[in-house]
């Protein structure tokens, strides 16, 4: 029971990072992340034009 486990350690290091890294750092790296998913996430949606072309119709089938 003596013994730290490793969650121990986590919480540890956080409590840490956040005192003495400051409260701001923390956030806006946070912030930065969302930014980064987000327009990640944009760029997924939208689809370049040389794609939204209608299909070639194929002359010389079996009416022609």
Do not use: C
Request: hydrophobic residues 40%.
């Amino acid at each position: 029971m003596g013994g730290l486990s490793i969650w121990h350690w986590l919480i540890i290091g956080a409590i840490v990072l956040v005192i003495f890294g400051g409260g701001g750092k923390l956030s806006q790296l946070m912030g930065d992340a969302g930014k980064g998913m987000k327009a990640f996430k944009d760029g997924l949606k939208d689809e370049p034009d040389g794609d939204k072309k209608e299909p070639k119709k194929v002359d010389g089938g079996p009416d022609a």
